[in-house]
């Protein structure tokens, strides 16, 4: 049984993952990119088409959350295969869960719209992926990473 707190899974996807534009060559961590990109999906829907705020803001903490999960899991990685990039890669990761944390905090406090949100989701982790999370694959393919 479907309760009204059924996150909806969007018709339509905040963005379409694409493999040419998102994937980086670690099934790992492609893996866990594409879990973040769905969860940024329903933190979208949650406001376009349920219209409900406070599921759309505890989604975004559960986001913001599993982001933290899947940074510290690339950040052991990079430690692991000796990684020569990984300092400036963990300075990245740390001010985007910042970025986030002001966000919620704002929208919560009511200083922000909660349409905030997605806006800022579209340029938040993407560009992170697409440009410093592909300087580490090949070095961790190197390592046997597939
Ligand atoms: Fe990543
Ligand atoms: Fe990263």
Not at 11 to 40: C, K, N, Y
Request: net charge negative.
């Amino acid at each position: 049984m479907r309760s009204s707190k059924t996150i909806p899974e969007p018709e339509t996807p905040f963005f379409v993952w694409s493999s040419v534009e998102h994937t980086i060559g670690v099934t790992v961590f492609d893996e866990e990119h594409q879990r973040l990109a769905a969860l940024m999906s329903q933190v979208h829907a949650t406001l376009k088409d349920k219209q409900d705020r406070a599921l759309a803001q505890n989604l975004m903490g559960a986001l913001i959350y599993e982001t933290w999960v899947h940074f510290d899991h690339e950040e052991r990685v990079m430690a692991e295969v000796g990684f020569h990039g990984r300092e400036a890669h963990v300075a990245e990761h740390a001010a985007l869960i910042q970025q986030a944390k002001d966000l919620l905090k704002k929208v919560q406090r009511g200083d922000l719209n909660s349409q905030a949100m997605p806006d800022f989701l579209v340029t938040w982790l993407i560009p992170h992926i697409q440009i410093t999370d592909r300087k580490y694959a090949a070095c961790l393919q190197r390592h046997g990473f597939r």
